[in-house]
C-alpha cells in the first residue's frame, strides 16, 4: 500500500469573473513509506496547488487522496506544511512558532518544551528561543516553520519551494539540514 496516493484527481478554480482555470488534470501519484518525492515543472503548472491538496487545504474538484488508506478531506497533523512565504506569527517567539500545533492539539506544556527543545536545536536556533520573527533572517524563520512542521511528527512533510527566496548559501545549508533530518 503507498503511503500517499492521488487517483484521477482534478482540480478547477472557479473565479467570480471570467472561464474557469484548470489547476490540475487527472494526476495519479503514488508515493511510498520514506520516499522522498520532489514535483518539478514551470511556474503556474500546479505544484503549489497540488500540494495545498494533499495538506487538505483545498478540496479536489474530482478525484480521490488517500494517506494510509484514509481520505485526505481536511488539514490534519498527519501532514506538515513549509510554505514558501514566511508563515510564523509575528506575535510569537521561536519556541511558540515552533509549539502552536502542539498547544493546539492540547500536549502539556513540560512535553511541548522539550519537543520543541529538540527541533529547535535540530534546525541549529538554540540561543533563539525568545526571540520573535522580525528579529530573525530569512533563512532562520524557514528554520522556525521547518520545526514547527516536524514538531506534530507527521506522517508526510510538504514543502513548498521553502528554500526559494534565500540566498544559494543559506538555500545549500537549508537543503543539507533537511536531508540530515530525513535521513
Not at 503549489?48 to 494510509?68: C, M, N, Q
Not at 506569527?89 to 520543541?116: A, D, M, Q, T
Request: hydrophobic share 40%; with cysteine; net charge negative.
Amino acid at each position: 500500500m503507498s503511503k500517499l496516493k492521488l487517483d484521477e484527481v482534478t482540480l478547477e478554480f472557479f473565479p467570480r469573473t471570467g472561464a474557469p482555470v484548470l489547476a490540475l488534470d487527472d494526476v495519479s501519484l503514488e508515493v511510498a513509506e520514506q520516499e522522498f518525492a520532489v514535483i518539478v515543472g514551470p511556474s503556474g503548472c500546479g505544484k503549489s496547488s497540488l500540494l495545498r491538496l494533499v495538506a487538505g487545504l483545498v478540496e479536489p474538484t474530482r478525484g480521490r487522496i488517500t494517506l494510509d488508506g484514509t481520505p485526505v478531506t481536511r488539514p490534519g497533523k498527519d501532514r506538515g506544511m513549509v510554505f514558501q512565504s514566511y508563515t510564523l506569527f509575528p506575535w510569537l517567539n521561536v519556541r511558540h512558532n515552533v509549539e502552536f500545533g502542539l498547544r493546539i492539539g492540547g500536549v502539556p506544556v513540560e512535553k511541548r518544551r522539550h519537543i520543541s527543545d529538540h527541533f529547535i536545536k535540530e534546525v541549529g536556533l538554540e540561543g533563539f528561543e525568545s526571540a520573535y520573527p522580525k528579529q530573525l533572517s530569512g533563512g532562520m524563520m524557514q528554520r522556525v516553520a521547518l520545526a514547527r512542521a516536524l514538531a506534530n511528527d507527521p506522517e508526510v512533510l510538504l514543502m513548498d519551494e521553502p528554500f526559494g527566496a534565500l540566498d544559494s548559501q543559506t538555500r545549500s545549508l537549508m537543503q543539507e539540514l533537511l536531508l540530515q533530518i530525513w535521513e
